[in-house]
């Protein structure tokens, strides 16, 4: 016998999951909006909107077995006329409750017992209660039966663990409930034992057993419409499943698919059809043209079932089908993924990798629109609102605008419904956000409203990305390139290359006084509560960059003092023989905020200017110097002067991949500024040498002047191929008879090769 | 350690295969003299030997009745026991193995040597602490599966031991473990895998799968601490693209990976595994929607439903069910097999992996079409090829 056998083994080479450049799963991105509680079903009907194998692959068994306790908890409680509490029904029925159970069997024959006389757990149980008052041991013994059962018919939890070999004990339990049977007075307690007799029997794999026991119990039951039934069914159907009345079975587990929400999931997975041949015995099987329509409602629920085929199947049969809605609304909301709003989508390229929108998305639309067109104006069901909000819906996918707001217009009077009324309103609010061309203060203002409501918001989680992308196009389309940005991005974003104009425009915008609370909110949500402490930092930091010292300082000083550590502090002063970017600097050292650290690099530049002693002079210019140097990418206070750092920049920089020391980055999509410029640092270096009297001091200062001049050649891409060494010469031709000349030597492995004191091939760079 | 009568019989069988294959293949026999020359005389026994033909059973039920089991070379099946998956947040033991046999508690007439698939998922999720559990509860299940099961070959009875104790028998002489392993998932799978070789007897062979990407890739993948390995050389195609050819066995794309590249043994003692089954992809729509196994040309020759596009490739042209499956008109078919003539090329492709005793050729999977419609003197040529 060929069995279809998608087999783990051989599918483990399947990829299970996309996976985005950073080795994450990539997720869809975009707007959704349609309810499925539109469609006409009851809300445990809902989850299978999705498609039935998606759900089955969501939950797992508990989810089902919960939802089996859940009925069956509901149905004792309706027979009790709601008179006892549900978890009282559900600490006797599914708790560790067999000798309780047992002690209330007692006191119940006992005509002289007393509630009062029952322990506590009892005598506090409504449902304990009722039984002892009403005297019924009936109920009690199939209680006691049933657990006596429950272990022979559920799968362990521990799933490695032993099964009980349980053939013989569930046949003597079968005995003995066939035993029971007859003396059962209820014939809805005749019912449950019916069910657990059939259950045993199918668990044993006596299938003739089970339709001999379904022939003698079932005539002598006369219940009111109940569940059960259903439950019975589903065994019965496994019985004539495993005798190989395999047509009979499938219509009876379609029958249990479409009643009874409990044992959907396990009546699904049971129906099986092989052949057309069986296809057609089945649909002649099938008392009328409605349980032939469910039975395309069921087959639909497979993921990759052709909805459409399946819904105009059903229409033909049963045009009024509850299932026809349901599947409308799951292949809209397919739709809904491939079009609402897909030309502001930020994530498309991501989505498309996802196959999202599908390839036959748009002729699905098309066939759609046809199907519930032609159903619309047909008016055979007896909601046609529904059809025509439907038809609203995927004008508005289409593009379709003006339709959409036609249809929308012409089924708002036939609405009484709040559920298809809510769906109207926000299928026109989406309407009215895609039509949006242009921008003003009054529409911002109403527009922070909707993203005011939190009610709304939670209803339609997509609502703000919606509005938010919507807008960022409009911005663009308009010039507003500042809060353009700001809808995409995070304030703090910009900090990767700043961007004086996006700068002063959002500071604009921080301290402007008007009453627009959308640009207040949208700041606020981009920039956090410190955004205009950050915009003067960042400003501050732009025109460091750009060598601007004193517009930096008076820049900075915008902001309350009392905020200026917030911003960091820095040492910029020290000298060290090599370069490290990450240093962890003596406790000695005085540390300055940024206020502070331009202005001391400030004063000692004037006092350079000013000073009439060669000497000190050509010190505080190297001091200046060292500040510059240690600020820029190449020392280890650069964090004064930028945010981001990425060390393969000094490489692709001397490969002459950046641009004005901007590089691409996956951080952003602003790319990456690098302070690498080395120019004022050597300004100040050679002023230093220039104005000193003394060699020691003057090999020094021309020694960290070559290192500019080293950092400068591979920032810039390694101009004309030749490192230059200008200031090495000048070390060789006046400085050789120094001590610092000598320490070079020592220290600098490039400079000894540049003076014969090493071999090339030992040499750094 | 392997007894000594069951090895008289190995060796006897070994000597066997010899003789037959000399007689069955003449063919074979000049190939072999030309080859080994003046090495011949001088050779040990296993530089000429050729792997022991053997195979898989993957299937949830096992009836050994109806299996060809002339097809063996030695009384020893690779039956897959049981799938861990990982669900409501633990590992759990899922399409556990049901044997159906014409006595129960009748000697079976092979050896099982049980084989447990675990989804990457479960080695990715499955915690430290949770992996020395996750071994025992295998070890305990296999018990409750084959704790009945003998054979003449098979010491008896069950393993008897509970969990925590050193077993000092088992009814199994060697476990496989077949895991679809990343680097993410080697720390956590490799520390699983020493785990259960510290519950097995001693006796007990622990081996592992090994898939293509997996030895080619072998410093990034790591090497499982098991004592060897079974190289699958099948699923090699991108099964999700209409285009490719063939996804189960193509030795185009199987060269790129069945290659040293300078990286020198593989550290395991590697068998080798190769596909003997069929199945049809079925594409709706442009994507991959479902594989019907065992699938062949036959069962799409009915041309009122099924339009030959070429010979592996069919439209569907009209809705219909095929065995069990609904089809809609325009869902296309591809039909994908093992044909010998690839499977040969695979074979001497394998002449790459060192050969070593007892060497085993397992074919996947005994039970389908293909495995009942190939004659035993094939698969032995086809070991034949990788020697």
Partial sequence: MRRVLISLFTLAVLPLALVGDCGLPLEYYGYEFLNPAISRLDSRFLPYIGGFETLYDELDNEDWEQMQQTDNIDEWYERYCEGVEKQDLVALIYGDSERRLQALRRAIADPESRLSDLEAKLRTNSFARHLMKYRCGEVVDYLLYAKKIEPHVTAPRNTFAKKPPSGNAMKRLVEEGLAIFPTVESHYLRLRYAYQLLRLSHYRGDYAHVLELHEYLMPKIDADPSLIYYWIDGHYAGALLGLGRRIEAAYLYSRIFINCPSKRESAYRSFSIRTDDEWKELLLLCKSDRERADLYVLRAQNDRALLLDEMRAIYALDPDNEGLEMLTVREIKQLEMDFLANDLNPRRRANLSLGIPRPDARQRLIDLQQFVLEVAEADRGKRPEFWELARGYLHLLAGDFHYARRAFWTVAPALENDTLQQQLNIMRRVLDIMAITELNDSLENAYFKVLANEELLEKYPDLDNLIYDKFRDVYRDNGEYGKAFLLTHKLRDLRYNLDIDLLREFHALAVDTNDNSFERRLLLERGGPNAVNDLIDMEATYYLQRGQLRLANKVFRQMPEENWNDYGNYAPFKAYFDDRVNRRLPDTLQLFNKAEMFQQVLDLEERADLSPEPNEAARLYYGVGLAYYNMSYFGYNWRAADYFRSGENARRAANGQGNDFVFTTRQTELDNYEHMSMELARYYFEQARKKTLDPERGARYAYWAAKTERNQYYADGMPGGQRPFGYFQLLTDYYDDTEYYRKIIEECRTFAWFTGNLSLDESDN | ?387
């Fill in chain 2, 1 to 387: 350690m392997t007894s000594k009568p069951d090895l008289l019989v190995r060796n006897l069988l070994a000597s066997a295969r010899r003789v037959n294959a000399a007689i069955i293949s003449g063919a074979t026999i000049v190939c072999l003299l030309i080859f080994y020359g003046c090495e011949a005389p001088d050779t040990p026994d296993y530089q000429t030997a050729r792997p022991t033909v053997g195979f898989y059973h993957w299937q949830q039920t096992l009836r050994p009745d109806s299996l060809p089991l002339h097809l063996l070379e030695e009384p020893e099946l690779f039956v897959k026991c049981f799938d861990v998956t990982w669900s409501g947040g633990r590992p759990e033991a899922v399409a556990q193995l049901e044997i159906e046999y014409k006595d129960e508690g009748a000697p079976l007439p092979f050896r099982i040597v049980p084989v447990v698939f675990i989804t990457n998922e479960v080695m990715r999720r499955v915690s430290n602490d949770g992996s020395m559990e996750l071994a025992q509860n295998i070890l305990l299940l296999l018990d409750n599966l084959l704790g009945y099961q003998t054979c003449p070959a098979c010491p008896q009875g069950g393993r008897g031991s509970s969990a925590g104790e050193s077993p000092q028998s088992s009814s199994y002489r060697e476990l496989q473990i077949d895991c679809d392993w990343t680097a993410g998932s080697r720390k956590s799978y490799f520390k699983f895998l020493s785990d259960l070789k510290s519950l097995l007897p001693e006796e007990v062979t622990l081996s592992v799968t090994v898939r293509l990407h997996q030895f080619r890739d072998r410093k990034a993948q790591g090497i499982p601490p098991a004592d060897r390995g079974s190289l699958m050389v099948y699923n090699v195609g991108d099964l999700n693209r209409w285009e490719t050819e063939n996804s189960i066995i193509d030795s185009n794309i199987t060269t790129n990976y069945l290659t040293n590249a300078g990286q020198g043994e593989y550290p395991l003692a590697l068998d080798l595994a190769l596909p003997l089954y069929q199945w049809g992809a079925v594409y709706r729509q442009g994507k991959l929607a479902y594989l019907i196994d065992e699938l062949g040309v036959d069962d799409l020759s009915d041309s009122l439903r099924f339009e030959s596009l070429n010979q592996h490739r069919y439209f569907v042209s009209q809705k219909t069910y095929l065995d069990g499956y609904l089809l809609y008109s325009g869902d296309n078919i591809r039909l994908e097999s093992s044909p010998y003539g690839t499977l040969s090329a695979v074979a001497k492709q394998l002449s790459i992996v060192p050969s070593f005793e007892e060497q085993r050729l397992l074919f996947y999977r005994i039970g389908s079409e293909l495995s009942e419609t190939t004659s035993a003197s094939k698969l032995r040529n086809l070991s034949h090829s990788i020697r």
